[in-house]
């Protein structure tokens, strides 16, 4: 009798042959969805991102930056691509709004799932990939030290002459400035990393949105 029940808990512990199986077949699934979703991610949004090794031809000459030959790294995302990106993002959202009416319509007219409620998601959804696709964007990265009072001159300077409005802040506990400047057709926001005497700025990151001239 002992061995019989034994012999029944190693069982029940080992699974039957048709459980192991299912579970094998959902985890064989789920990696399969994960591949084909990151292929085709890749074909899809392939060449987002672009590294430069100077500013892109279409950068505003006003827009004068500092010191760019020191710059560790240039990327270039242009306004098409995030549009694909932001469709490809949103896409199940869409798919959603899809389904939502055809289930909801004539049961719960006031429910989120409306059409009118889908309408409006799928207007937002278009005014996010319009917004998108107007402005190029330049990330700039410079890790080697930069000098603080000088580069700071040179961007307020140019602020002034581009006539952009400008705001700054300071994390007091980790010392990292952020500056902002917008104006018509260009934003720029700054994040500096400053040394505790302030002298130099020890790192700097600069993301620039532009409409392509």
Known sequence: MA???QEKVDRIAEGSPWWRTCSVMAAIGVISCVVLGFVAARLYLGGVVRIMDVLPADFPPGIQLYRTDQAASTILIRGQ???KLARFMTGPMRLIGLALPISLDGLLDNVLGS????EWQNSKLDDLETDASRF???ILTWDEPLPYEETLKHYMDLFIRQKLDESSMRDSETGTESVFAIGEGVSIKMELAVSLD???IENLVMIIDYVPR
Do not use: I, M
Request: charged share 45%; proline share 0%; glycine share 0%.
């Open 198 to 200: 302030k002298t130099e």
């Open 81 to 83: 691509d995030k549009a």
């Open 136 to 138: 190029n964007t330049v």
């Open 115 to 118: 059409r009118e409620a889908v």
């Open 3 to 5: 061995d019989s029940l």
